[in-house]
């Protein structure tokens, strides 16, 4: 250990301190001329190293193709130095993105270390526009995931991130990890635009990830649920509203209060909602919003379809058909309130 802290120090000379110091300091020409002037120094460490620190301040500079050059250099100079396998990692990464002679590279690189551009609607459009003209290639995969998350999370405009996003997944020249990433991010904002049926048809005809397509399918699962769930709902809500208006012009109106006030069910639902809470919330510390969700929806349910079979025709097949829209109705409260406030909920029933 003592013997490598030695080697490490001696590569660094006060000369090579200075130049430097004169890097970090923001003072770029001066630490240009100073490393200049070391790739002529006598010691062939001292001359390699100084290439090494040309190399990166032309990396920093977006200067790529100069900056592979000078990696290439400084390890056919010092191949045993500490910062050779840096610089290799380096050389690998450069040739992995040096399509369009690093033009592409040099594009996304302005946007991906300046935070303001790559937080501003501008500087994400310009890029978005840009990479339409990239050749196929790590560095347009990279930019379209770029702006593809840009538009999704720090815009908020998911049509925009669907679009970039949907081009990349069925990019069969971009990486498969990249490609299943992109299907990811397309099935999050066709959710956010409540398209998830969308979703799981584009992410089918992708061929991608395999668990990718089956969250898809789960999700426009679940939409399509919800729309029965709403319409359920609305029908029984129009059925009770429409009841009471019956009763109270046919001054039945006593009669439906009278059925209401019945304590059994009422007892039922408090039992469902408050004593469903109170288990969940002693034995899982789970929380109890959705069970009063769940009790609130079931009462309603439970008003509108006893008003309706107050007005509502005795004969037996209209007695089953109100039946069986309000069992749907009851079922429709408890996968919504599941839907808004716990889909683990869903997860555990294979919804």
Not at 195 to 207: F, N
Not at 213 to 222: C, F, I
Request: glycine content about 6%; some cysteine.
């Amino acid at each position: 250990m003592a013997l490598s802290a030695s080697v490490a120090h001696a590569q660094i000379t006060p000369a090579l301190e200075a130049a430097r110091d004169a890097m970090e300091a923001g003072e770029a020409d001066r630490a240009r001329a100073m490393f200049t002037a070391l790739t002529r120094s006598a010691s062939l460490r001292e001359a390699a190293t100084a290439v090494y620190y040309l190399a990166v301040m032309a990396d920093e500079g977006l200067e790529f193709r100069r900056a592979l050059a000078g990696y290439q250099d400084f390890i056919a100079r010092d191949p045993g130095s500490r910062f050779a396998a840096r610089a290799q990692a380096r050389v690998d990464d450069l040739l992995h993105h040096a399509e369009g002679d690093f033009a592409p590279l040099v594009a996304l690189e302005r946007v991906r270390r300046n935070e303001q551009s790559a937080n501003s609607l501008a500087g994400i459009q310009r890029l978005d526009r840009e990479m339409a003209t990239f050749p196929a290639g790590a560095v347009r995969a990279e930019a379209q995931l770029l702006v593809g998350e840009a538009y999704l999370n720090r815009l908020q405009r998911p049509r925009d991130a669907a679009r970039v996003l949907h081009i990349l997944a069925g990019d069969t020249s971009a990486a498969q990890e990249v490609r299943s990433l992109a299907a990811e991010r397309l099935v999050q904002a066709r959710t956010l635009m409540g398209e998830e049926r969308v979703a799981a048809q584009e992410i089918t005809a992708l061929r991608v990830d395999p668990e990718v397509q089956r969250d898809a399918e789960v999700l426009a699962r679940r939409s399509l649920l919800r729309d029965i769930a709403w319409a359920t709902l609305a029908v029984t809500a129009a059925a009770g509203v429409t009841s009471l208006l019956r009763a109270a012009r046919a001054k039945r109106m006593h009669e439906v209060l009278r059925v209401w006030k019945r304590p059994l069910p009422l007892a039922q639902i408090a039992v469902l909602t408050l004593g469903g809470g109170a288990l969940a919330k002693a034995y899982d510390e789970h929380e109890v919003s959705p069970f009063l969700l769940l009790g609130a929806g079931a009462l309603a349910v439970y008003l509108a379809a006893t008003a309706w079979n107050v007005v509502g025709s005795n004969r037996v097949a209209l007695r089953v058909g109100r039946a069986l829209v309000c069992m749907l109705a009851a079922l429709a409260v408890s996968f919504l309130t599941m839907h808004t406030l716990d889909t683990m909920m869903l997860e555990g029933i294979n919804l």
